[in-house]
């Protein structure tokens, strides 16, 4: 993907100026652009824009937000850039994006196979420290994440019955490079990793025999189970972190009833995400079996043995730094406190 330069960044900046609030005054009303990473259209950008229009209610019209959906503004993996330099007056990513600047982006944006219900995700984070070390990855950059969502665990549709973890062997799975092809490679899969253009022929071709995407509903969207006639779902290998982050020096501005209301509204945000993709996955699983396609539900003996075996990867991503050892070694603990690692 082509990124901005630094001067078309400071064009936009110049272009964007009057469009953008200064902040001047913590009671002043304010609107914010703030660009998604979901389509436009799609139930995931409806729940972002019903978010926005809460907001607005409930700070009685001192902050509006303007719901952009991806592209809008800046591409997906451009956002964090873009608020930063000002471009954008805020960001809904998948955390896992920003790896490339902190690896604990990536051990809190998708612990490979760490969760298989978002509602464990929501409980680290905000119970257990995961949201203190988030906000402690993005305060270098200026940035501050007011809250974390998640949207659900990502089944995995293929070609062939999979129905445990040592069937993986041999699978042609399309992967992200990183800790999902570590984990399914020490499985004796084979990580393959295209472009996500390229997914649906690759799968038609035989390419690839199975890919990383999406959830249930997500999935069945882009015709994947036209050809895969299996799916592992409930889903385990991915349930990806979200956030809505906003510039730092914007959040120390506002007035502890603003930011609690915001706080409030971000975790509110995210339990409407996770219910409309519930009930969209709910949906397209009980139509699935009349269309030749077999659902497999891993036992939870093969869960814990998936989740168990992700454990040695986990800790060497977290080996890269102090804050990603921290995130590793909190995520351990929570998850043995649960029972789903020995």
């Known amino acids: 993907m ?19 609030p200064t902040h001047a005054a913590a009671d002043k009303p304010q609107t914010w652009r703030v660009q998604s990473l979901w389509q436009s259209g799609t139930v995931t950008q409806l729940a972002f824009e019903r978010w926005a229009k ?26 964090f850039d873009a608020v930063a330099r000002g471009i954008l007056n805020g960001q809904h990513p998948a955390t896992v994006y920003w790896s490339g600047k902190n690896p604990a982006f990536a051990v809190l944006g998708d612990l490979s196979a760490a969760y298989d219900d978002p509602k464990l995700a929501h409980e680290y984070f905000y119970e257990h420290g995961g949201l203190e070390l988030l906000r ?16 659900g665990a990502e089944a995995l549709p ?30 004796k899969a084979v990580p ?21 995407w999406g959830t249930l509903s997500m999935n069945d969207e882009l015709g ?39 706080e409030q509204s971000v975790k509110e945000f995210g339990a409407d995400l996770a219910k409309v993709l519930q009930e969209a996955d709910g949906a397209v699983a009980q139509k699935l079996a009349a269309r030749g396609v077999q659902i497999v539900d891993w036992s939870q003996e093969d869960r814990k043995k998936f989740r168990t075996a992700a454990i040695k990867v986990w800790h060497k991503y977290g080996e890269q730094n102090d804050l990603s050892r921290r995130a590793v070694e909190g995520q351990v603990a929570f998850l ?3 029972g789903l690692i020995d």
Not at 232 to 244: E, F, K, L, M, R
């Open 136 to 151: 402690e990855a993005y305060k270098p950059y200026g940035l501050y994440p007011i809250g974390a969502v998640w949207w």
């Open 158 to 187: 293929t070609t062939r019955k999979v129905a445990s973890p040592e069937q993986l062997a041999g699978l042609k799975i399309r992967l992200p490079q990183g800790m999902s092809s570590d984990l399914f490679a020490s499985f």
């Open 2 to 20: 082509k990124l901005f330069s630094r001067h078309t960044y400071a064009a936009l900046a110049v272009a964007l100026a009057a469009a953008l």
């Open 224 to 262: 994947f189970h036209d050809i895969a006639k299996y799916v592992i779902y409930p889903g385990i290998h991915s349930t990806p972190t979200g956030d809505v982050s906003i510039p730092l020096k914007v959040w120390n501005k506002l007035d502890a009833e603003t930011q609690k209301i915001l």
């Open 192 to 212: 393959i990793n295209l472009p996500g253009s390229e997914v649906f022929s690759a799968l038609d071709s035989g390419t690839i025999e199975s890919t990383d």
């Open 54 to 79: 809460d907001v607005a209610t409930k700070t009685n019209g001192k902050i509006k937000v303007t719901a952009l959906p991806t592209g809008a503004v800046v591409g997906p993996n451009e956002t």
């Open 336 to 338: 043995r406190s649960k």
